[in-house]
């Protein structure tokens, strides 16, 4: 009798832990993971040592990624394989909140917050399209 109890205990405990585990499968599904910068100085110049692991995360062109931080760190970096060189020494910290807002810029559905867009050209002005809702917004900068 006390060993049926416990298996139902546990079946209830079980069962429990699961819908835990799946509220938190769903919310991590919707959020985007956004790899932490590696940033390191060599003399006078500052390498992003894993840049394309951002490209390939965002789902956006290196090139576009690039002329952004470029304009925002007021730099000239270059992409060399996996890695940007940016001349002169620049605070590793600048790079975590430039790219949250990149994120939160080009990236993130305005309407439902959903990371998983892509986006569009139309007579110039770029649009970002969600996959999640299926709104277009558009998007201020041509940094997308
Ligand atoms: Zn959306």
Known sequence: MSSAQSTADYETLLKRLQ????NTAGKAKARLEIPTPQIIW?????????????????RRDPEKIL??????LASAGYIQGERVIFL????P???NALLDRYV????????????????????????????????????KGNYA
């Open 88 to 91: 002169g020494r620049k605070t």
């Open 104 to 139: 939160k810029d080009y990236v993130q559905c305005p309407v439902c917050g959903s990371p998983d867009t892509r986006t569009e050209k139309s007579k110039k002005l770029g649009f970002l399209l969600c996959e999640a809702c299926g709104a277009r917004s558009s998007i």
């Open 67 to 72: 002329l952004y931080l470029n304009k925002e």
């Open 19 to 22: 819908e835990k585990l799946g």
């Open 42 to 58: 060599v003399g006078k110049n500052t390498i992003f040592r894993n840049f394309m692991d951002f490209p390939k995360a965002l």
């Open 93 to 95: 910290s600048s790079f």
